[in-house]
């Protein structure tokens, strides 16, 4: 299959990570005979210092004709002063608004060799496997501009959602959730929040249709407390803006690192964008040490959910499981008697072990 793919690599780790992609992909390509385009534009930071503005036109125009989008991370302190609507964080929210992405799945999933990299005991952790639908183009990030008021000592921030938007994230929730283990947790603040209490009203309709999925409905505090003492309780969390974005990071601690965590950004129908869940982290930029995994399985996340391709999406993420299995990991990770590795060589450990793996299978099936 030929497929045209927009990179956006952005700020920081961003780069580093993205060319990890491009190279898993084009390994995957030439053992599958596909052809991937790659074409690179500007987001951020970056494009703020070469276009004056975080989300050029011509990316956005790039973006709505391809067949994906792949997302590094944007943002960084050389860019924390600048006004609050052309911050580069802005052109991430731009171009999430302008593809109508309003879905966005964030997989939790712990990898056995990666149990005792996290802080948490390992019989905590061990066999968590959550989805975060997480709500992207509404609430809190896209009320009217926030304010500032008399003198600057009042502001303003509007949370503002239509039923229909809600409508649309729950029933990714419900499609998801019978996808698999068949339960649903709606994550609030129906205790304080109208937005919440209608979110509640939505879910239960909803419920109604979906008698075959278990239905939970907790409130965010409770929530992120639950995520780390019992997170095995979880199998897909479907929840606001603003409460998946924390409740993500949060959930990252389960699998050992935030490197570790993939997205994908999706609507009904069209294009997907692709981009792991951390951010740009300046404080280890251009050292060759950030994890490219969350990327790589944003990648592989790409090629399942965009191109229907699943074996390739499969062999990608055996391709990271087994490297993880053999001890390889980055400075994020901690894995007893394992040998840490920068993100280049990280990168050629999992073509490694993509090629190891399409071999075997060539001297299984001769
Ligand atoms: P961050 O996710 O960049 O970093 C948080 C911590 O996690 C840091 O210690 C960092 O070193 C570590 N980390 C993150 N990714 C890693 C990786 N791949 N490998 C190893 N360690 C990793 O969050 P932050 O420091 O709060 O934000 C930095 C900038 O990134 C800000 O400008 C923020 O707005 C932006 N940001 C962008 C995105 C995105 O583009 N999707 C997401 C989150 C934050
Ligand atoms: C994320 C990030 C973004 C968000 C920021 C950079 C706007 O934290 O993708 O999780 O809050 O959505
Ligand atoms: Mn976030």
């Not at 239905?215 to 606001?240: G, S």
């Amino acid at each position: 299959m030929k497929k045209q793919i927009i990179m956006l690599p952005g700020d920081g780790v961003g780069k580093e990570i993205m060319e990890g992609a491009r190279a898993v992909l084009n390994a995957v390509a030439g053992e599958h005979h596909h052809e991937f385009i790659f074409h690179e534009h500007a987001i951020g930071g970056s494009a703020i210092d070469r276009y004056g503005t975080p989300l050029p036109e011509e990316t956005v125009k790039a973006c709505s004709s391809a067949d994906a989008v792949l997302l590094g991370a944007v943002g960084g302190p050389k860019w924390d002063h600048v006004e609050a609507s052309k911050r580069p964080e802005r052109g991430l929210l731009g171009i999430r608004k302008s593809l109508g992405l309003f879905a966005n799945l964030r997989p939790v999933t712990g990898f056995s060799s990666l149990v005792h990299s996290s802080p948490l005991k390992t019989e905590i952790v061990d066999g968590c496997d959550i989805l975060i639908v997480r709500e992207l183009t509404g609430g809190l990030y896209f009320g009217k501009p926030s304010e500032r008021r008399e003198g600057g000592r009042t502001v303003i921030d509007t949370l503002k959602y239509t039923r229909e938007e809600m409508e649309r994230i729950v029933d990714k929730g419900f499609e998801s959730a019978k996808m698999r283990r068949g339960k649903l947790t709606s994550v609030d603040k129906a205790n304080v929040l109208e937005s919440s209490r209608m979110w509640r009203e939505v879910v239960d309709e909803k419920a109604r249709d979906h008698p075959e999925v278990e239905v939970e409905h907790l409130l965010v505090d409770a929530a992120a407390m639950k995520l780390i003492t019992n997170p095995r309780q979880f199998d897909v969390i479907v929840t606001e803006n603003l409460f998946g974005d924390i409740l993500s990071d949060e959930a990252s601690v389960l699998t050992g690192s935030l490197g570790m965590l993939p997205s994908a950004s999706i609507r009904t129908d069209g294009v997907g964008l692709y981009e792991p869940v951390h951010g740009s982290a300046p404080d280890i930029a251009g050292q060759d040490i950030a994890n490219p995994l969350g990327m790589i399985l944003s990648a592989a996340m790409m090629l399942r959910h965009s191109f229907g391709m699943e074996d390739e999406a499969d062999e990608i993420e055996r391709a990271v499981s087994d490297t993880l299995e053999g001890g390889y990991h980055t400075a994020d990770l901690d894995i007893e008697g394992g040998r840490i590795v920068g993100t280049r060589e990280m990168v050629e450990k999992v073509i490694e072990n993509l090629s190891t793996k399409s071999i075997s299978n060539a001297i299984c099936s001769s």
